[in-house]
């Protein structure tokens, strides 16, 4: 048995976990999905940054009571990347997730401006825009699209402080998988091949930036295997 922590991206919630928790769980392992970050929720004036991610995903590493592996999907890349030295953590699992140098933010690494599926705020936050299907193609194009548009209506809004701040980037003390997602329309695969490339171990699946709604039992048996 293997203890997961799993941490859902930007703009939306661990809802979104809910397949692939269910089938690891089914397996026999233990799950943890954090449900919610504190940068991304719909009250503009509550959102958190950074260091308010990371502390609540150290909590949940920290109680689990045993070393845990730490998947993080997307923005929470920036969070796996802050906990790289965490002596609870027994493997990172970045899918499809930033994974920055030292001094990097989540907007550097965009080359310094949002997507153009991303609109800024005049109250300090970003949101995908009204245009569904545009986001859809970019998100989860390989997912049914009456199930894709009910999801992409819960998205909300992140707050800029979550993708402005620097990372720390602490040198790692344990071993990493990257999941490169090979028709990933958010986060370039190229992009992604690069960051893999620093990975003791990598796994690719043929989806979109969602595979836990696209392919969950492909997901879940990659994230099966690793300990």
């Not at 940068?39 to 689990?64: I, M, N, T, Y």
């Not at 990172?92 to 705020?121: H, I, K, N, T």
């Not at 909300?156 to 993708?163: G, L, M, T, Y």
């Amino acid at each position: 048995m293997t203890s997961y922590v799993l941490v859902h991206g930007g703009f939306v919630g661990g809802w979104y976990w809910d397949d692939v928790a269910g089938l690891l769980e089914k397996a026999g392992h233990q799950v943890d999905v954090v449900e919610q970050l504190p940068s991304a929720g719909r009250d503009p004036a509550a959102l958190g940054g950074l260091a308010e991610d990371v502390a609540v995903v150290r909590r949940h590493v920290e109680s689990a009571g045993e070393p845990v592996v730490l998947v993080g999907h997307s923005y929470a890349g920036m969070l796996l990347t802050e906990l790289a030295d965490h002596p609870d953590v027994a493997h990172s699992v970045y899918l499809a997730a930033a994974w920055p140098a030292r001094g990097q933010s989540m907007v550097d690494l965009f080359g310094g401006e949002l997507p153009s599926w991303l609109v800024a705020e005049p109250d300090g936050t970003a949101r995908a825009v009204d245009d569904l299907e545009l986001v859809r193609q970019t998100l989860c194009a390989d997912v049914e699209k009456d199930r894709a548009e009910a999801e992409l209506r819960r998205m909300v809004s992140q707050s800029a402080a979550s993708v402005s701040t620097p990372s720390a980037a602490p040198d790692r003390t344990h071993p990493v998988t990257y999941i490169v997602c090979e028709n990933d329309q958010a986060l370039p695969p190229p992009v992604q091949e690069q960051w893999a490339a620093a990975a003791d171990h990598v796994e690719r699946l043929a989806s979109s930036h969602q595979p836990m709604a696209s392919m969950p039992d492909e997901l879940a048996a990659v994230l099966g295997r690793i300990r």
